[in-house]
């Protein structure tokens, strides 16, 4: 397995991993009244009448506000306790997070972004889907590749079409300052395609295919890079 691509993903899916079993649930619901990392998409969606989380708003808003020419922009993660503190002020209550106060320190924003993607039940690219966006990258041929993708971009439900719209329309603004962030499309695969697409195999079991973790970053790369066209602006 590529070595880069493998400790990509066992970061990716394990650093900030948080338990709430080190209090009780009678303690763990005051402390976080209307939680959002863990929560399914959808229900968040319908819970908060909203066509995708506040989170997402926030954290995309306060990035492009502040951190869009901080080089290594989403490679770079920031440090475990502020990401958890942050990451308790959303789950007891989104509305009255200020983010203009994490301005000195982009990267935990950041950072917690990525998180509360990595902690979606039904990740971005929802797992019934997962194989059906992995034989769509593995397509040699551009055009045909991103037909396929675009068809199944249009299959998904309205709060995670909606959701991976306001998140590539972001990361597009990103890459469009590469020349300062070092954070070009293909970076920005790498980083969020482990973070989007959960795959049903174990990354670090016998069995799981190397070319998989390529292909992640290639189903984001193509939806990237493609903007304009899959969401039809």
Request: aromatic residues 10%; negative net charge.
């Amino acid at each position: 397995m590529d070595t880069y691509f493998q400790n990509t993903k066992y970061l990716q899916k394990s650093e900030y991993q948080y338990s709430p079993y080190s209090m009780s649930p009678e303690a763990f619901s005051l402390a976080h009244p209307k939680p959002v990392f863990g929560l399914d998409l959808t229900e968040t969606s319908i819970r908060d009448d909203i066509q995708y989380p506040l989170i997402v708003e926030k954290c995309i808003q306060a990035v492009e506000k502040y951190g869009l020419r901080t080089q290594g922009l989403y490679r770079v993660s920031a440090a475990h306790h502020s990401v958890q503190k942050l990451r308790s002020l959303f789950d007891k209550d989104s509305e009255k997070v200020d983010l203009d106060e994490w301005s000195e320190d982009i990267s935990v924003v950041s950072s917690a972004l990525k998180l509360y993607f990595r902690e979606l039940p039904n990740s971005l690219f929802p797992k019934s889907m997962y194989h059906a966006f992995i034989e769509a990258a593995r397509q040699s041929d551009e055009r045909n590749r991103l037909i396929s993708i675009h068809e199944l971009v249009n299959q998904l439900n309205d709060a995670h079409y909606s959701t991976l719209q306001a998140l590539i329309g972001h990361l597009h603004n990103v890459q469009q300052l590469e020349a300062e962030n070092r954070m070009g499309i293909q970076n920005l695969a790498i980083v969020w395609g482990p973070t989007l697409l959960d795959s049903p195999n174990d990354p670090m079991a016998a069995g799981f295919e190397p070319s998989e973790l390529r292909l992640q970053s290639k189903v984001v790369e193509t939806v990237l890079a493609n903007y304009g066209k899959i969401f039809e602006l």
